[in-house]
Each structure stands twice: as C-alpha cells, then as structure tokens.
C-alpha cells in the first residue's frame, strides 16, 4: 500500500490593504496614461518637439514617447491618489 501525497491546495495569498491600495491606483492610472499617451500623439508628431540639429531621431522619438508616457501615468497616479 503506497500513501499518496496529500494534495493542497494552491491558493493565492490575500493581498495586504497596502497593496490593494497601490493596485487600485496604479492600474486605473496605467490604463489613463496609455490612452492619454495614444490621445497626445496622434496630434502631436514628437519630430516637431525636436528643435536640436540633426540628431538621431528615431532614438529622439522613443525617448518622448517613453518619457511623455510616465509623466501622464505619474499625473494619473496622483489624481488617483
């Protein structure tokens, strides 16, 4: 006779009250900051915010989308706070 191994159960941990915090405000604001992000770009060429002399600009326009992206998640973030 083989004793089989018991079988537990694999539930997820309870989420800390400062975690369910931070969840519900970064979530909400990630999902703000990606649409505001689409929304400012597709009237704003980042080409145009470029005044320097010809630099890369391709590397230019992954930075502003980058940076343009985390201060409008940082704005949302705040005004979710």
Known sequence: ????????ELSPRPWSPRA??????????????SF???L???F???QS???GPGADIESFRMTAY???FFF???IAALSSA
């Open 1 to 8: 006779m083989t004793e089989e191994p018991e079988e537990q």
């Open 20 to 33: 369910q915090v931070l969840a519900a405000v970064l979530w909400p604001s990630l999902l703000a900051a």
């Open 36 to 38: 505001a992000t689409m």
């Open 40 to 42: 400012f770009f597709a």
């Open 44 to 46: 704003v060429d980042p």
């Open 49 to 51: 915010l470029h005044d």
């Open 66 to 68: 980058g940076i343009t």
């Open 72 to 74: 409008f998640w940082l």
